[in-house]
């Protein structure tokens, strides 16, 4: 092949770099991740010729099938559900769609990748029954593989009350509070309730700890009603993330700790209440935090955050953040606040201690405690914007389901 001669490789229509000898190709590891269309394009300049040769490269993988399910609202304003699975296997897959084990004839075919195909059956509800247990069968050599799904239409699960760790959210959007639904996980079968959503009640009681495990209520419990505002008519509870709030929203008191639960309800009635959930507000530093169950969030001065709000000069404060025996406090903040002269972590309840010295060359810096409590000290002779670090325990497990 001469000088004149320029050569291309292009992967599912994109360009790629090709070093040394241009006329051989190496695929160095050779998984789905290389999966696909390799396309080897040749410009003889001097006769002016393109030539393009197309190849297709597939590992052997046994097939995997994933269903879900999409509400669709079409132009005459009829609702309908769409069925849909996703199937990936080389040599691709035989695929049957069931319901209750009837199949079912797949309407349409969407190519991802030629080993990835995503199949669908769209159901118009006014002449069909949707609720049913849909199965997605995918079979090749290697093997088969089926995904199920359950629709059905009741009263909601129950929900689970979370604490957001999304630093920007809480930070920025104060949204420091979240719901999502209960799923087993214990299940092979994934269980949607398409009932349509109204509404979720919170109801939170003022709390005050006098001694190691001993709560006792300083309020009366309040209730407040919101509409699921934030989910359009395509979403499924049973799917959605989570449903987040602020502590404005319910006028929760800084410097407090509440007892939460909350029920959901769609147009079947209301589900049964989420456990109670013990929840610590944003303290304001000059504050102690006694007990911090799964995270705190601590603020400089009261209007923190708010446009053009500096505190006054010769500023001082401290806090003390303590935890139950066993457990290690970790402190996330920004580069800005890791980087105050003004700012001083304690591994431990006292100024004495050890000093904590997070990396302050991380996006978002985060130092642990060896012990059970931090304290904070904060001492800034000019006006200043402060500091917001968000407390959550070390190695906190994540939420899990339990099996129903």
Known sequence: MNSTNHIEWRFNGQEMKVEGDKKVLRIQKFDTENDGIYECEVNNIEANKLLTKKFFVAHKSAPKSTLSLLRRQSNSDVQSLQIVCEVSGWPFPLVLLLKDRKQLNILDEETIQINHIKYSYEMNLTAEDPLALYTCNAINKLGNHSSRMNVVSSLPSKPQIYRVNDFSV????????????????????????????????????????????????????????????????????????GF???????????????????????????????????????????????????GVNL??????????????????????????????????????????????????????????????????????????????????????????????????????????
């Open 170 to 241: 809480v930070k920025f959007f104060g949204k420091t509070l979240g719901f999502r639904p209960s799923t087993s996980e214990c299940s092979e079968i994934e269980v949607i309730n398409i009932a349509p959503m109204v509404n979720y009640k919170i109801v939170f009681q003022r709390i005050d700890l006098l001694a190691k495990d001993t709560l006792i209520n300083i309020s009366q419990p309040s209730e407040f009603f919101f509409a699921f505002d934030s989910m359009n008519e395509h979403d499924f509870y049973d799917k959605h993330q």
């Open 244 to 294: 987040r709030f602020s502590e404005r929203s319910l006028n929760l008191k800084m410097n407090s700790v509440y007892n939460i639960r909350v029920s959901v309800s769609n147009v079947k009635g209301y589900s049964d209440y989420s456990d109670w959930y013990t929840y610590v507000t944003t303290h304001i530093c000059g504050n102690d935090v006694r007990m911090m169950f799964d």
């Open 299 to 404: 603020a400089s001065h009261e209007n923190y955050g708010k446009s053009r709000n500096v505190h006054p000069k010769n500023y001082t404060c401290s806090s003390r953040i303590s935890t139950s025996s066993g457990n290690k406090i970790c402190v996330r903040m920004t580069r800005e606040v890791c980087n105050l002269q003004t700012l001083t972590l304690h591994d431990n309840s006292d100024e004495s201690s050890l000093i904590l010295r997070p990396d302050c060359g991380d996006e978002r810096p985060v130092i642990c405690s060896a012990s059970e409590s931090v304290h904070v000290h904060y001492d800034s002779p000019k006006e200043s914007f402060g500091f917001y670090l968000n407390f959550f325990l070390k190695n906190k497990s994540s939420l899990t389901s339990q099996c129903r």
